[in-house]
T-cell receptor
């Protein structure tokens, strides 16, 4: 299996621009997670989906952030408009259901820089 | 609520030294415990896990024992290598339908030749 795929790996944009991050989970995994990692706040869960349905978006920082999962093999995280404080590494992870305890498989991350 | 506390880093060791990274947790139930590792430029990957009290998780020479009485899950390795340099995250999660994992803040390990 190719693992979790994220694109782009690096994104540099100017404040006010729209940013779209993409994720392809591992085939057959029912859960998809979006995390943000910064030096100041560590690893934060933003939102997660089960069978393409958002289950918990309490970690989404504000209305500028939105996430979708139109099908089992694709998810997007959008920031509009972007701000310098959104600069971070954004990780997508997926995991299977059925057995416990669950292991999350992380993608390589997208490093976002907003200038 | 649930939380995970890790020792502050960075931890700097010479090659072949003994490693301990402390982790304690606060939980409302009976979670499973994990150690994840993040190598430079990569995402996190599961290193080891333990599902109940007194279980020992092990992988790649690393070990951690689930201690319910001290609410701890300390990571140990007898002889570290330069290739072990990474950030280590302690985490907890519950079995069942709720998939959320609670991560600690991470501890950076630097191993010097």
């Amino acid at each position: 299996d190719a693992g979790v795929i994220q694109s782009p790996r690096h994104e540099v944009t100017e404040m006010g621009q729209e940013v779209t991050l993409r994720c392809k989970p591992i085939s057959g995994h029912d859960y998809l997670f979006w995390y943000r990692q910064t030096m100041m706040r560590g690893l934060e869960l933003l939102i997660y989906f089960n069978n393409n349905v958002p289950i918990d978006d309490s970690g989404m920082p504000e209305d500028r952030f939105s996430a979708k999962m139109p099908n089992a093999s694709f998810s997007t995280l959008k920031i509009q408009p972007s701000e310098p404080r959104d600069s971070a590494v954004y990780f997508c992870a997926s995991s299977p259901s059925g057995t416990s305890p669950y292991e999350q498989y992380f993608g390589p991350g997208t490093r976002l820089t907003v200038t | 609520g649930d939380s995970v506390t890790q020792m502050e880093g960075p931890v700097t060791l010479s090659e072949e030294a003994f490693l301990t990274i402390n982790c304690t947790y606060t939980a409302t139930g009976y979670p499973s415990l994990f150690w994840y590792v993040q190598y430079p430029g990569e995402g996190l990957q599961l290193l080891l896990k333990a599902t109940k009290a007194d279980d020992k998780g092990s992988n790649k020479g690393f070990e951690a024992t689930y201690r319910k009485e001290t609410t701890s899950f300390h990571l140990e390795k007898g002889s570290v290598q330069v290739s072990d340099s990474a950030v280590y995250f302690c985490a907890l999660a519950y079995s069942g339908g709720y998939q959320k994992v609670t991560f600690g803040t991470g501890t950076k390990l630097q191993v010097i030749p």
